[in-house]
């Protein structure tokens, strides 16, 4: 069963494909939360310009900050409202440090790749994506996810295709924990958090 913890649409046709592709649970960065086909569970995104909404944490299922800085940073992996540090853009000056990462592992964060704005940088997103992920695996207890980043049927990969990507790249063997175990483990731990068992 694979998990993409970025979808923002709540199309049919698109949540069809994805249940016929093999994911069994998205987290919706939009509102409205009526799926039937798939669990689905609601993603506050938090950025610079939108920082404020930090405070309507307890209305969502999982809380991710897309960091500007890594002094940001600094304060924002340490924040029990905060589960994910997500990556959407070629820029490494938002990338968590080593010892920022270190920190992320040891307070239960998650180091989301969001890959299609990534990948559409072309040869310069293909390498930055190999070099965070080496760089990001050698951190004991970090986990990294893979998300797709999908708001329309043209955004989506087959979730194999994106393995084997991630393979080629990286010599990663992406499947269990990249793709279905860590975010199935982030958002089972975010629930439980705030109170809810699975």
């Not at 939108?50 to 924040?79: E, T």
């Not at 990001?136 to 970090?142: A, E, M, N, Q, V």
Request: hydrophobic share 45%.
């Amino acid at each position: 069963m694979f998990v993409e913890l970025h979808l923002s649409s709540t199309d049919r046709k698109l949540i069809r494909l994805l249940k016929a592709l093999g994911y069994g649970i998205a987290a919706l960065v939009v509102g409205g939360n009526d799926v039937e086909e798939i669990p689905t569970f609601r993603k506050l995104v938090i950025t610079q310009r939108s920082a404020w909404k930090i405070r309507m944490y307890r209305s969502f299922d999982l809380v991710s900050v897309i960091p500007w800085s890594r002094f940001v940073l600094n304060k924002l992996i340490s924040d029990d409202r905060v589960d994910v540090i997500t990556i959407n853009e070629v820029n490494r000056s938002i990338l968590p440090s080593k010892d920022q990462a270190r920190v992320m592992a040891r307070e239960g964060k998650a180091l989301e790749l969001v890959i299609n704005p990534i990948v559409n940088d072309g040869e310069s997103g293909l390498a930055f994506l190999r070099d965070v992920i080496n760089e990001y695996s050698t951190i004991d207890g970090l986990r990294i996810i893979v998300s797709q980043g999908i708001g329309r049927v043209s955004d989506v990969r087959n979730p194999r295709d994106v393995m084997k990507l991630i393979e080629v790249l990286t010599n990663v063997n992406a499947k269990p924990p990249l793709i279905s175990d860590n975010p199935y483990e982030v958002i089972a731990d975010a629930l439980y958090r705030r109170g809810i068992c699975l």
